[in-house]
């Protein structure tokens, strides 16, 4: 009887590269179309619902197809180096095959194939990194989530001008920020929506499991889940349409700058986050929102964190919500650096009262955002009177009254401010 050899090396990588290959594996959407003209493919995914790995297969086939002037553009140079291009498991270096892996130099922000291809890396922080340099190929990933989205995309599509067939793949959890509702209007974009269940084989049970319980049936469980770009919520007091139109680029010379917390006073997997949010005012009357900070954490993270802020932005006081941690709040904080000014205040019912007068700001066109803050704004916009109040937005609040001083004053020279349903004590 004739023995059956053992197939060779060669063979058991053809037959692992076909089992894995990424036409054998991907979901209906996930791979453009060869066919069709197109300028850019949006892809709106909910969470886990397999963008990123989308956007590296996109790469490293254009590779192939022999286009060599390629942009990685993510929302910080971490997120870049991270989630695009080393560390996260749909990376372009963990998918790559073994002879196209490129060589990456992060001090260079630069790949470079076998090939000769090369891909540069940029951020949505930094947009003018992006002017000077020519591309024809662009992959962009969770463009909703940049600092300066508008900036970003027009020097991108301005250098997105090499060969005969210039594409980007925009990878993205949707917000109906301007540059999205823009792009799927185009008739040169193809637009996909994606959700988290459609890649649930792909993803822990337990996972979906929990933020299925946390989102689902919800307005943002609609955006993060189903990838749906949802308008304000018309019974909402904040609105992004104000928010839009009073965006800055950068802030002018502030005279005072608050650092508001809103604490988790729980550290674990189902906790809150807490709200750490920057703001000043200018010598002109208006407020201006320069960070969010805000992290889910244990208390001892927490107060590092809004710790860090208060110093990196030069503040001159620490104002911390303590309905639920009193006294302890305030001796969290002051264990990381007992030198902080810090003002503890307490809200005793009704938080729309609150959030009412900062609300009346932004309709007078007195507060700025410095900057684009996705998750804060997602929560300002959504939120309506009589529900939970979000953490975020909370410290933004807090931040802004402390900043207009629109509470009262105690004899000790700090603001202490209790409010009940109908009464401003």
């Not at 889910?296 to 107060?303: K, M, N, R």
Request: net charge negative.
């Amino acid at each position: 009887m004739q023995m059956r050899s053992m197939p060779n090396v060669s063979d058991i990588d053809i037959l692992r590269e076909y089992v894995t290959r990424w036409t054998f594996l991907a979901h209906p959407g996930q791979i453009p179309p060869e066919d069709q003209a197109w300028f850019c493919y949006l892809m709106r995914s909910g969470r886990g619902g397999g963008k990123t790995r989308a956007g590296a297969e996109w790469i490293l086939k254009r590779v192939r197809q022999g286009y060599r002037h390629i942009a990685l553009i993510g929302q910080t140079a971490a997120d870049v180096r991270d989630t695009m291009v080393e560390l996260g498991p749909s990376s372009i270096m963990k998918i790559a095959r073994p002879k196209e892996r490129p060589i990456y130099e992060p001090s260079k922000r630069r790949l470079t194939f076998p090939n000769g291809a090369v891909a540069t890396t940029f951020t949505g922080e930094e947009p003018d990194q992006l002017r000077g340099p020519a591309h024809d190929t662009v992959w962009i990933d969770e463009l909703a989530k940049f600092k300066y989205p508008e900036e970003t995309w027009d020097n991108m599509e301005m250098g997105l001008r090499l060969g005969n067939n210039p594409q980007v793949f925009c990878t993205t959890t949707p917000r109906p920020i301007p540059i999205i509702k823009r792009l799927i209007k185009d008739p040169t974009t193809i637009d996909i929506r994606f959700s988290t269940s459609q890649n649930a084989e792909n993803l822990s049970p337990i996972f979906l499991k929990r933020i299925q319980e946390r989102y689902a049936g919800t307005r943002l469980g609609r955006q993060e889940l189903e990838g749906e770009v949802l308008e304000d919520n018309p019974d909402a007091l904040f609105h992004r349409e104000i928010i839009e139109n009073l965006r800055v680029r950068e802030a002018p010379q502030l005279i005072r700058v608050v650092i508001g917390v809103d604490p988790a006073v729980t550290g674990n997997e189902k906790s809150d986050e807490t709200g750490i949010i920057a703001g000043g005012i200018a010598a002109n009357g208006h407020g201006y929102i320069l960070q969010d900070a805000s992290l889910q954490a244990s208390p001892a993270e927490w107060a590092r964190a809004a710790i860090k802020t208060f110093h990196d932005r030069k503040a001159d006081r620490m104002i911390g919500e303590v309905n639920n941690g009193g006294d302890l709040v305030e001796v969290n904080i002051r264990t990381v650096d007992r030198n902080i000014p810090f003002t503890a205040v307490h809200a005793s019912r009704g938080k729309a009262i609150r959030a009412e007068p900062v609300a009346a700001l932004y309709e007078q066109g007195r507060i700025h955002h410095v900057g684009t803050f996705p998750e804060l704004e997602d929560q300002m916009c959504n939120w309506v009177p009589g529900g939970k109040s979000p953490d975020r937005m909370d410290a933004l609040v807090w931040c802004i009254w402390e900043l207009f001083g629109l509470g009262l004053k105690d004899e000790q020279q700090q603001r202490v401010y209790v409010i009940h349903d109908d009464t401003e004590i």
